[in-house]
T-cell receptor, first 118, second 110 residues
Framework: EAQVTQNPRYLITVTGKKLTVTCSQN?????MSWYRQDPGLGLRQIYY???????DKGDVPEGYKVSRKEKRNFPLILESPSPNQTSLYFC?????????????????FGPGTRLTVL | GQQVMQIPQYQHVQEGEDFTTYCNSS?????IQWYKQRPGGHPVFLIQ?????EVKKQKRLTFQFGEAKKNSSLHITATQTTDVGTYFC??????????FGAGTRLFVKA
C-alpha cells in the first residue's frame, strides 16, 4: 500500500531531551516536507527536501534539523526541544512535478505525530 | 514573509446549504492546491489549480482560481454531513516552499 509513515505517533518528552521523529514513504517521491499544525495557524512548513541531500528551510525552521540521506526517509530532529514546540507534526511527500509546474505536485501526508514537550 | 489569508475561520451550515471558503494572497501565485482534513485525520489532497481563471469541478465541489492568480475559492453545493472537516488552501509562488492558509472549519448540522 502506498503510504507515508511517521513514528512515533505520540510522544511526551521533557525540555532539552533530543528526539527524532521519523518519516518514510514507499512511493519513490522526490519531494518531502515537514509541517507543524497549531490551532488557528493552519499548517506551517518547517523544512522541505527536493531530493537526496537537498534540503531547504520553510517558514518556521528554528529549533529543527532535517536530513535526507535516502530518498524514502526524511527524519525531523529536535536537538533541544522546548515547550513552544508542542504541536502536531505532519510529514508529506510528493512526486516529481511536471516540467511546467513551478511547485510540488499533490502532497501525500502521513498520519501525524502529536508531540508534547514539558 | 508571504501570507495567504483564508476566510472564514469557521462556518456552520444546515445540511443542504451551500458553503464557500476563500483564499487571498497579496502576491501572484504560480499554482494553488486544496486539501481537506477530517477531525483527527491528516490533510488529503483535493485539487490543484494552475491556470488563470481556471474552474474545476468534483461532483458537488467547485474550485476557482482568480484571473490575477491571487485568489481562489472552494464552493460546496448542498452540503452533506460527510463534508465536515477543515479545508485548507496551499499556495505556491514559483518555488517549492508551501504556504498554507489557516483553514476553514466546516460544521454541518443534519
Amino acid at each position: 500500500e502506498a503510504q507515508v509513515t511517521q513514528n512515533p505517533r505520540y510522544l511526551i518528552t521533557v525540555t532539552g531531551k533530543k528526539l527524532t521523529v521519523t518519516c518514510s514513504q514507499n512511493m519513490n517521491h522526490e519531494y518531502m516536507s515537514w509541517y507543524r499544525q497549531d490551532p488557528g495557524l493552519g499548517l506551517r512548513q518547517i523544512y522541505y527536501s527536493m531530493n537526496v541531500e537537498v534540503t531547504d528551510k520553510g517558514d518556521v525552521p528554528e529549533g529543527y534539523k532535517v536530513s535526507r540521506k535516502e530518498k524514502r526517509n526524511f527524519p525531523l530532529i529536535l536537538e533541544s526541544p522546548s515547550p513552544n514546540q508542542t504541536s502536531l507534526y505532519f510529514c508529506a511527500s510528493s512526486p516529481r512535478p511536471a516540467v511546467r509546474l513551478a511547485g510540488p505536485n499533490e502532497q501525500f501526508f502521513g498520519p501525524g505525530t502529536r508531540l508534547t514537550v514539558l | 514573509g508571504q501570507q495567504v489569508m483564508q476566510i472564514p475561520q469557521y462556518q456552520h451550515v444546515q445540511e443542504g446549504e451551500d458553503f464557500t471558503t476563500y483564499c487571498n494572497s497579496s502576491t501572484t501565485l504560480s499554482n494553488i492546491q486544496w486539501y481537506k482534513q477530517r477531525p483527527g485525520g491528516h490533510p488529503v489532497f483535493l485539487i490543484q489549480l494552475v491556470k488563470s481563471g481556471e474552474v474545476k469541478k468534483q461532483k458537488r465541489l467547485t474550485f476557482q482560481f482568480g484571473e490575477a492568480k491571487k485568489n481562489s475559492s472552494l464552493h460546496i453545493t448542498a452540503t452533506q454531513t460527510t463534508d465536515v472537516g477543515t479545508y485548507f488552501c496551499a499556495a505556491f509562488t514559483g518555488g517549492f516552499k508551501t504556504i498554507f492558509g489557516a483553514g476553514t472549519r466546516l460544521f454541518v448540522k443534519a
